[in-house]
């Protein structure tokens, strides 16, 4: 059926991803991931969160409700980020985890995301057996036998406290001033209050979730807001998380963006100092800029590339053993401290590097010089075509002859939406703009819906 992207099951709340979906996903989830009706002498349990979308409160009630029938006893943890769900799976022994959120995107989306045993995200055989599963009969318990619902009040506490716990035992933000964007999302009490119990002092905005406003020009994709602030506030820093704080990008006290190439450059030449970076290796996608790969070269540190998606990265970190991988759009995945990319552990590391070492953001970004970039979405577009086309195919190989070297290009389906992501690295922005603009205006003539 292809219900799964890149990073769970997403659609239009209550048109594509209805309750019934919700419903029958999270039953042979159950069956799946649970092992319901082989229990092997014990209650399985799922933890459930969700972000701070209005339709999450009755897609929430579905995925209960499929969960329950089960025979799953489920906890209720409310509004968390992604990787909090991730978390709570592992220290709470739970069976299984759902995640409600879509990410980044706009309010109207939603999606669910599901957890193994010890909060891990599915691989591709689980997320198909679970499809197949869907279309099998099913014995339904009865009496004591359904699931049990309650709610978890101190989850919130529980997944700060393990945040603080993966800093040094002397570390302290101390004495930095940070504004942080929360998108009016996942992250709107736990992204201050740690950073707050971390030592920092902190301007929270976009901090006010009312299930509209998640995401609506703000957080990690509208860096504008954040950029005026930390310079009116004269602060240290700026963090941006997104909807469900899975991934974060930064500020520096100039204003200028620090995205997470930035950022994993920072935390690898740190960790490799310290002699903590894993085979002195970080993990990347082929995303990532040609001046992080230079910037790790020149540090003696071997990047191993990953095709686009964090869930890539994370196959490749757990198949080697790596601990630090991430991408340019801000997530960071740092396997000793979690199981997938959060935004809140990357803030307080980053954080913690820049009060460590006494110097600026700024200064720490410095390490990567990026070549100019540009990536352009076009939306509206047969995202399956791209690879077949013909006449796409003639005008990315005349682009390339034309870069002659001096730059590259990358094209990217999006793994949720009928978009094309264009990206192209070049020696000047006027011809990396150039070249990403042409490619873009065949793509839309060739593939427009």
Same mark, same amino acid.
């Given at each position: ?21 919700? %419903? ?8 799946? !991931? ?34 329950? #029938? ?5 906890? %209720? ?9 991730? $978390? ?14 879509? #990410?980044? +995107? ?5 999606? &669910? ?51 603080? #716990?993966?800093?040094?035992?002397? #570390?302290? %933000? ?30 929270? &905005? ?6 509209? @406003? &998640? ?40 204003? @200028? ?22 085979? +002195? ?8 800029? !040609?001046?992080? +790969? ?6 003696? &540190? ?9 869930? $890539? ?8 053993? $790596? ?26 590391? !980053? ?19 990026? !070549? ?37 290009? %990358? ?39």
């Amino acid at each position: 059926m292809g219900l799964f992207g890149t990073d769970g099951v997403r659609g239009l709340a209550n048109r594509d991803l209805t309750a019934e979906l919700a %419903l029958d996903l999270s039953v042979a989830a159950a069956h799946v !991931l649970a092992d319901a009706g082989e229990f092997a002498g014990h209650r399985p349990r799922a933890i459930v969160g969700h972000d701070t979308r209005a339709s999450g409160e009755f897609l929430e009630a579905a995925v209960v409700a499929g969960l329950a #029938s089960a025979g799953i006893d489920v906890i %209720l943890v409310g509004a968390l980020p992604t990787p909090a769900i991730a $978390y709570l799976v592992s220290s709470l022994e739970a069976d299984l985890g759902v995640m409600l959120s879509a #990410s980044h +995107n706009p309010m109207p989306d939603n999606g &669910i995301k599901f957890f193994a045993r010890g909060g891990q995200k599915l691989d591709d055989s689980l997320e198909v057996a679970i499809e197949n599963r869907m279309r099998e009969p099913w014995q339904r318990p009865i009496g004591k036998d359904v699931g049990r619902v309650v709610v978890d009040p101190s989850a919130t506490d529980l997944f700060v406290a393990h945040l603080l #716990s993966t800093l040094e035992s002397d #570390s302290s %933000l101390s004495g930095l001033k940070v504004v942080v964007d929360c998108a009016n999302g996942a992250a709107s009490v736990v992204g201050p209050e740690a950073l707050r119990r971390a030592g920092a002092e902190v301007i929270a &905005i976009h901090a006010a979730p009312n299930g509209l @406003n &998640i995401n609506e020009g703000c957080g990690s994709t509208h860096l504008d807001d954040l950029r005026v602030a930390v310079v009116e506030h004269g602060a240290d820093a700026g963090i941006a998380f997104d909807g469900d704080a899975d991934r974060c990008l930064a500020i520096d006290a100039l204003g @200028n963006d620090v995205d997470g190439d930035h950022i994993l450059g920072i935390l690898a030449i740190s960790m490799a100092a310290a002699g903590t970076l894993t085979h +002195n290796t970080v993990v990347s996608t082929v995303m990532a800029n !040609l001046g992080f +790969n230079q910037a790790m070269d020149a540090a003696g &540190i071997i990047v191993i590339s990953t095709a686009v998606g964090d869930r $890539y990265v994370l196959e490749s970190m757990r198949e080697h053993g $790596y601990i630090l991988g991430g991408e340019q759009s801000g997530h960071v995945v740092m396997s000793d401290f979690g199981t997938t990319g959060d935004g809140v552990l990357t803030a307080l590391h !980053l954080l913690a590097r820049v009060s460590s070492s006494g110097k600026s953001l700024a200064e720490l970004a410095g390490v990567v010089t990026k !070549l100019p970039q540009v990536l352009i979405n076009v939306g509206g577009v047969d995202r399956a075509g791209v690879e077949s086309n013909t006449k796409v195919a003639a005008e990315l190989k005349s682009l390339e002859l034309d870069l002659a070297g001096r730059g590259r290009i %990358l094209l990217r389906s999006s793994g949720t939406e009928p978009v094309v992501r264009v990206m192209v690295e070049a020696e000047s922005q006027v011809t990396a703009q150039r070249v990403a603009e042409q490619l873009a205006r065949v793509i839309m003539a060739e593939l427009s819906l």
